[in-house]
Nanobody, 130 residues
Framework: QVRLVESGGGLVQAGASLTLDCTASGRPFSSHDMGWFRQTPGKEREFVAAIRRGGTPTAYADSVKGRFTISRDNAKNAVYLQMNNLKPEDTASYFC???????????????????????WGQGTQVTVSS
């Protein structure tokens, strides 16, 4: 059974940094794209960042570009999200995800849409105070 578990969320002040960790179990995902999405109450889940199965290239939402960095450790079946210079508008539940279809995809860029991801974690809350 596939399971994704996020950790690292918390309450921080604006300008602070956090690193989110997501570890997968049940199957190896070294050959699959992995991504981070976020969601606030009453809004749709939105794309934050994604990383291609080989570790490059990466993709980011415009709102986090230059502040967030996604990385992965295939030996640990894990994906990370380093978040710097956090802003109150970054407050959300953050979810990691794995794309099944990316295994056989010839795309250069990683999967970036919600519908391309099949496995999801339970989410970790990030709250940024002003």
């Amino acid at each position: 059974q596939v399971r994704l578990v996020e950790s690292g969320g918390g309450l921080v002040q604006a300008g602070a940094s956090l690193t989110l960790d997501c570890t997968a179990s049940g199957r190896p995902f070294s050959s699959h794209d992995m991504g981070w999405f976020r969601q606030t109450p009453g809004k749709e889940r939105e794309f934050v960042a994604a990383i291609r199965r080989g570790g490059t290239p990466t993709a980011y939402a415009d709102s986090v570009k230059g502040r967030f960095t996604i990385s992965r450790d295939n030996a640990k079946n894990a994906v990370y999200l380093q978040m710097n210079n956090l802003k109150p508008e970054d407050t959300a539940s953050y979810f990691c995800a794995v794309s099944e279809a990316s295994y056989s995809s010839g795309s250069y860029m990683p999967a970036m849409s919600l519908g391309e991801y099949d496995y999801w974690g339970q989410g970790t809350q990030v709250t940024v105070s002003s």
